[in-house]
């Protein structure tokens, strides 16, 4: 993963996703929307990032289909 791409991890659905970003907790997104939301937040461009990339984000507990 390149510097200036985040450290993203996604964690199992529990009433929502809890994301990591960088080591700080932003809440829980209930789709793609809401990690977009938190990307953007963290100063990332979400445009870029192609969210099935597991160099990406770190997906646990089932896929960016899985909210």
Same mark, same amino acid.
């Given at each position: 993963?390149?510097?200036?791409?985040?450290?993203?991890?996604?964690?199992?659905?529990?009433?929502? &996703? &809890?994301?990591?970003?960088?080591?700080?907790?932003?809440?829980?997104?209930?789709?793609?929307?809401?990690?977009?939301?938190?990307?953007?937040?963290?100063?990332?461009?979400?445009?870029?990032?192609?969210?099935?990339?597991?160099?990406?984000?770190?997906?646990?507990?089932?896929?960016?289909?899985?909210?």
């Amino acid at each position: 993963m390149a510097t200036n791409e985040p450290s993203v991890i996604v964690n199992p659905p529990v009433d929502g &996703r &809890r994301v990591t970003i960088n080591g700080t907790y932003y809440g829980s997104a209930r789709d793609t929307k809401g990690l977009e939301h938190f990307l953007w937040l963290a100063g990332f461009d979400p445009a870029w990032f192609d969210f099935a990339d597991p160099d990406v984000v770190e997906w646990r507990g089932g896929g960016p289909d899985v909210w």
